[in-house]
């Protein structure tokens, strides 16, 4: 037993103690960070203000249009979709964020511009000149009759692309045409408004235990706690197969094996590596609840309304169980494939086939997360390789009866100790051959024969 | 203790192997062997590669298991247990590229059972010994080939094993290593420890051994002490320079064969000829004697008399 532990210190130490692990620690997160982030960030950067020309051939509507445009309706009205989209959860994440982003964005500089008396087409001459010496950004034509339904409005713009300030422009104009007609037919505004208040349908998934939870959230959180896992499994296992390769390549096999019992030395090499990537992902889940906890209370004092699945300890716990048994699965097989090899190399053709099947697993996640309780999720997260990515998924979207919990831990338990036995069989022969690569029967033969 | 004690009473035999046969598929290693090794001598396994001395070698530090037959190591079968008291040098051995010395040092030395901060002091002590101190935080990629042949030898006695295993300990080692280590197996040798010594260089073996074992084609050929295997190779042949002494070289019931070197010749005398004889004729016959000396055979040559023959 101490020569077991003495094994796991030294892998774990050897692991942990690497630049790359400290690198790898702190990457995720701060990608993480980055994808949820900067997005948002980027849209919410203000560009500079949109000097306008508005033409106004109806006369009726340009003193309206300003109005709509001011900093303080701009600002006032972002507060209203604000507060609408807190109880709008069903609102995509694209949705909030163009809210959340115009309530930054667009702004407006009025350029006067005379074009009384002149034909339109003088007008546009003029106004093109204009945006080509860059005295203006954009302009907008009223047609004369906007009660007409085949009434044009025309908007040319520098910046065409910019749809943080057109769509600010189109709101503003859509409101401006609309009171206005309301003007003309002598209905008041006030009072249609009131009217034809939206009704508050609140949308909401009802989980099969009767809880209320957050889809959308639901839905990335479950996202990168596969991919999270996903992403651990291939390194670590890569992790393994590179070690053993390099016991065996530089015939450390050989002294390691006159000093302890093969089983101990593999079996060793799997947990020390595994509590490395524990620790590791104990730092990602630590950091994420911090940083959640610190994002919320930010967010909510920027007044940008965010929402988070509902993760409980008992899930993390749950997270942690199945990447064990997702490590130790896929460990001992990287161990396998690196006691059959002799470089490192010839080790990366092997490993093709278990990451593929790492990668299905992934895969299945995303239909695991689009209906938790079919029986396409239920097989697959109680089945051997597959389940240590799609039942902690699973487990997220919605939290599935104990008793296949139990059964999904109980077969990879099974499916750890076979493939572990097989591991150490052909770890034992495998690490003493040099110079040539194993094959499929050779390996077999070692299994059935050691 | 008591396993001293039982040592004791096994007529200082360390090692000893019995009729162990080892196969791999139709291949067979190893096959029948038997041989003992004595406590606090230096033993040479010699032969030439591909014979099963590493195959040997293998079965008796634990790595495998004999298919038939068995080993036995300080009146012990052979158990993970004993593992700690052997050090083992393998022929090919290597040491963890980007791992800092002291870091494996430790390492290898917990495997054998050694508690860490004593496992600190001891590499302390072997470093400085070996003038490496300060590479003591370098990796190995930092280091010559020279300078990891003498960590890897570190490596296989910071346990103090009482049985010490070397094979080809000085393949690539420069000559100022290969005193340093001949200091350090003295030294064992004088500490009552038993070292095997694996090689296919007879000079070497020759230089080190008291006791050989020579195998071929997974057979033993030749064992004892090494003035024995010499008596009981029995080629008698002198060393001879002298002036007048062709008319009693040229008896043919006297002399065999002469081989003719620069400044002296090889006489290999004719069966049941004494050399005290021939000495008798050739100062009866007035022969003028600068050099007569008895030669034995060179390992190198009871060797190649034996692998070819």
Request: hydrophobic letters at 45%.
């Amino acid at each position: 037993m101490r020569k077991f532990f003495a094994v796991v210190k030294h892998e774990y130490k050897k692991v942990v103690y690497k630049w790359s692990f400290l690198i790898g620690t702190l990457l995720f997160p701060l990608l993480a960070a980055m994808f949820a982030v900067v997005p948002a960030i980027i849209f919410s950067l203000k560009g500079d203000a949109t000097r306008i020309v508005v033409v106004d051939q109806s006369g009726k509507l340009e003193s309206r249009l300003r109005e709509n445009l001011s900093v303080e309706r701009i600002a006032e009205k972002a507060r209203q979709a604000a507060r609408d989209s807190m109880k709008d959860i069903s609102a995509s994440q694209d949705e909030r964020l163009k809210r959340g982003s115009e309530q930054l964005g667009g702004s407006f500089v009025f350029v006067d511009y005379n074009s009384r008396e002149k034909p339109i087409e003088l007008v546009l001459r003029e106004l093109n000149g204009k945006i080509a010496e860059n005295g203006i950004d954009a302009y907008l034509i009223l047609p004369p009759d906007i009660d007409a339904p085949n009434a044009e409005f025309d908007f040319y713009s520098r910046k065409a692309g910019d749809f943080v300030t057109n769509s600010t422009l189109e709101d503003a104009l859509n409101q401006a045409v609309r009171s206005q007609r309301f003007a003309d037919a002598n209905i008041d505004e006030s009072k249609l408004r009131e009217l034809s208040k939206n009704v508050n349908l609140n949308t909401s998934g009802i989980s099969e235990t009767g809880e209320a939870k957050d889809s959308d959230s639901t839905f990335i959180a479950a996202f990168i706690i596969g991919l999270m896992i996903y992403i651990t499994l291939t390194i670590y296992g890569q992790a393994i197969m590179g070690a053993v390769v390099e016991e065996k390549e530089t015939r450390i096999a050989e002294i390691l094996f006159s000093s302890a019992k093969p089983f101990d030395l593999m079996f060793g090499k799997l947990v020390g590596v595994g509590l490395a990537g524990l620790t590791q992902l104990s730092i990602w889940v630590i950091s994420a609840v911090v940083l959640i906890g610190v994002g919320m209370t930010q967010m909510d004092a920027m007044g940008i309304p965010i929402s988070i699945p509902n993760i409980t300890p008992l899930m993390i716990f749950y997270f942690f169980i199945f990447f064990l048994l997702g490590f130790f699965i896929y460990a001992s097989i990287f161990a396998l494939i690196g006691a059959m090899v002799t470089t490192v190399q010839e080790g990366g053709q092997f490993s093709f086939p278990p990451i593929m099947v790492l990668l299905v697993g992934f895969y299945f996640s995303f239909a695991v997360i689009r209906d938790p309780n079919s029986s396409l999720s239920f097989w697959v997260s109680i089945a051997p390789f597959f389940a240590p990515i799609t039942m902690p998924v699973r487990i997220l979207a919605e939290m599935p009866p104990f008793w296949q919990i139990a059964l999904s831990v109980s077969i990879n338990a099974v499916a750890i100790a076979i493939l572990v036995w097989l591991a150490s069989r052909v770890y034992r022969v495998g690490m003493l051959m040099y110079g040539k690569r194993a094959t499929i029967p050779e390996v077999w033969k070692w299994i059935r024969q050691a | 203790m008591l396993i001293f004690l039982t040592n004791m009473n096994q007529e200082n035999v360390t090692l000893r192997v019995e009729n162990v046969t080892k196969r791999f598929g139709d291949f067979t290693a190893v096959e029948d062997l038997s041989f003992d090794v004595q406590a606090g001598r230096v033993f040479g396994f010699l032969g030439p590669n591909g014979a099963g001395k590493t195959t040997t070698i293998r079965m008796i530090v634990g790595i495998t298991a004999p298919d038939a037959g068995s080993i036995e190591l300080f009146g012990h079968k052979m158990s993970y247990d004993l593992q700690n008291r052997i050090g083992y040098l393998p022929e090919e051995r290597g040491l963890y590229k980007k791992m800092k010395i002291v870091d494996q040092l430790r390492y290898f030395a917990e495997l054998k059972g050694v508690p860490s901060a004593e496992a600190d002091k001891r590499i302390d002590r072997w470093l400085d010994r070996m003038n490496l101190s300060e590479w003591k935080k370098k990796k190995t990629t930092d280091l010559s080939k020279g300078m990891q042949q003498k960590i890897q030898f570190i490596s296989t006695v910071l346990h103090d094993p009482d049985l010490l295993i070397l094979d080809e300990p000085f393949s690539g080692l420069d000559p100022i290593n290969v005193e340093f280590m001949m200091d350090v197996i003295a030294e064992f040798k004088t500490r009552e420890k038993t070292i095997i010594f694996s090689t296919h260089l007879m000079e070497t073996a020759e230089r080190l051994c008291s006791d050989i074992l020579l195998i071929n084609k997974s057979k033993k050929i030749l064992s004892g002490s090494l003035r024995s295997v010499k008596a009981g190779y029995g080629e008698n042949l002198i060393a001879l320079r002298a002036s007048g002494a062709e008319a009693v070289l040229n008896d043919k019931t006297l002399v065999e064969k002469i081989i003719s070197h620069s400044d002296e010749q090889e006489i290999h005398l004719a069966q049941d000829v004494g050399d005290q004889t021939l000495l008798k004729r050739l100062i009866e016959s007035g022969a003028v004697i600068s050099k007569f000396e008895h030669i034995e055979p060179s390992l190198n040559d009871i060797f190649i008399a034996e692998i070819s023959g």
